[in-house]
């Protein structure tokens, strides 16, 4: 619909290359439609830090392996609110490794009553036997939105330990109320 221009933000003109002889146009074409996605504006504002007060560490033995859950403190899975759908910004599994400790994992999340398919969100982090100590780390590959009831979890491939190694979850989330 086209207006007369009443106000013109500062740069909007030469941004839409709108300036007619060097003077300012008196009229908005209809040619003219604004299309900014503000989401990630929005999801940013809304973003925290989801640590420890919702999954402590969690150790895995030597003979664990295929799906596990990152667990909350009152041992319950690591799990979404039915009320909430989360924009998961950075997700990341980390530990440290002793010499001679090695671990193949992938961060998951896991829909909610385990119904559909699990999702690997991140590749998986694969190094090699050392005989040295040395951190980990996993990440999700990109941002991606978590539906409510899913759970928190990693994919272990393979494992080799004396005693356990211990993972922790990392989360840069947007919580948005339904």
Not at 64 to 75: E, R, V
Not at 79 to 98: A, D, F, H, K, R
Not at 104 to 129: C, E, H, W
């Amino acid at each position: 619909m086209a207006g007369k221009i009443l106000q013109v933000p500062q740069g909007l003109l030469s941004l839409l290359g709108l300036k007619e002889q060097g003077r300012n146009p008196d009229v908005l074409s209809d040619t003219v439609i604004p299309d900014i996605d503000l989401t990630d504006l929005w999801l940013q504002r809304l973003m925290v830090n989801e640590l420890d007060p919702f999954s402590p560490p969690v150790s895995f033995a030597a003979s664990t392996q295929g799906q596990a859950n990152f667990l909350t403190a009152g041992a319950n899975p690591a799990q979404i609110p039915t009320n909430e759908m989360w924009y998961v910004y950075q997700m990341q599994v980390g530990g440290s490794l002793l010499a001679a400790e090695y671990i193949r994992l992938a961060p998951m999340l896991i829909p909610q009553f385990n119904v559909g398919q699990n999702q690997l969100v991140g590749l998986d982090y694969n190094d090699v036997i050392t005989a040295r100590a040395r951190s980990f780390c996993a990440f999700a590959q990109r941002p991606f939105w978590a539906p409510p009831g899913a759970v928190f979890g990693l994919r272990i491939f393979d494992i080799v330990t004396a005693a356990s190694i211990t993972c922790t979850l990392g989360l840069r989330v947007a919580r948005l109320k339904i």
